[in-house]
């Protein structure tokens, strides 16, 4: 459940191959709950 990166913001991807910068990327999702930036993709 903590696989929401593909999102259809391009900036996402080039992220994900950074573990630091994935790591901060997953406390939103999992923090925000799909919020903010990720809701335009969801």
Known sequence: M???IP???GAIEPLA???F???KI???CEGGGQRGIF???V
């Open 7 to 9: 999102v259809t913001l």
């Open 26 to 28: 997953a406390l939103v």
């Open 21 to 23: 910068k994935s790591q």
């Open 2 to 4: 903590g696989i929401r």
């Open 17 to 19: 191959l950074t573990p």
């Open 39 to 41: 809701t335009a993709g």
